[in-house]
């Protein structure tokens, strides 16, 4: 589209000089006047249409309670939505009955979509890491079980170098061994509608929860450097 508008444009500058007909100069100059305002309208339009693009990316995380799991990412500029909901397991469409009992190998974790021109995927990695303890096995804070494990399910291989390589990092940091996993994504189940934005919901009920399972205290603990 625009070499043709180009090439036409050229054309009509080459003859409006070189042609001595006073009136096709005149009609030729019009034209190439109003050439140029539409080339210029397109070049501003696709300018501003490519700037209000959003490129939409999936992120998603276990740590633990997914009630506790959202807040940290809505925060984060870039984030367009958080989903509690179940994966890592084999049982289709678990219920969280199911997924409590922790026995269908689902762990209860947040999707998280995001506009990745505005936040990448190693901001959302850290943001992850100091909101959850790496340091232990099949739980997190109170909640024990295989169903409350940490982990990051990844979307592609990109996002599983970069959390392999922060993983890596972290182990560094805490100088312990990290048992969070690393695995790519299967099917993502969303929780039951109760349980989405249940810190907006509930923010009594969600504060309560959240100081007695002793979350804030532990992370304060951990991530205190």
């Known amino acids: ?14 003859l409006l000089f070189f042609r001595t007909d006073r009136q096709l100069r005149i009609l030729l100059g019009k034209f190439y006047k109003g050439l140029f305002i539409i080339i210029f ?31 940290p990412f809505d ?6 939505s958080t989903t509690s909901g179940y994966t890592g397991g084999n049982l289709k469409n ?13 762990a209860e974790a947040v999707e998280i979509e995001y506009d990745s021109k505005l936040v990448n995927y190693s901001q959302l990695l850290t943001v992850f890491w100091h909101n959850i303890d790496p340091t232990v096995q099949n739980r997190q804070f109170c909640d024990v079980g295989n169903q409350y494990r940490s982990a ?48 907006k919901k509930n923010p009594l009920l969600y504060k309560y929860y959240r100081y ?3 979350r804030d205290q532990r992370l304060k603990e951990i991530w205190r450097g």
Not at 1 to 11: A, D, R
Not at 41 to 70: P, Q, R, S, V
């Open 41 to 71: 309208a397109f070049l501003i339009i696709t300018h501003f249409a490519e700037a209000d693009t959003i490129k939409i990316e999936k992120a998603t995380f276990a740590g633990g309670c997914f009630w506790c799991m959202e807040s």
């Open 1 to 14: 589209m625009f070499l043709f508008l180009f090439s036409v444009s050229l054309f009509c500058f080459i």
């Open 152 to 199: 990051i399910f990844y979307h592609n291989d990109a996002q599983k170098k970069l959390a392999e390589e922060s993983k890596e990092k972290v182990a560094k940091q805490l100088n312990k061994p990290i048992f969070t996993e690393i695995k790519t994504i299967s099917s993502f189940y969303p929780a039951e509608d109760y349980h989405q934005d249940y810190y």
């Open 212 to 214: 007695r399972c002793g």
């Open 75 to 80: 925060e984060i500029k870039g984030v367009l």
């Open 94 to 106: 678990p219920t969280y009955k199911q997924v409590s009992k922790g026995n269908t190998g689902h």
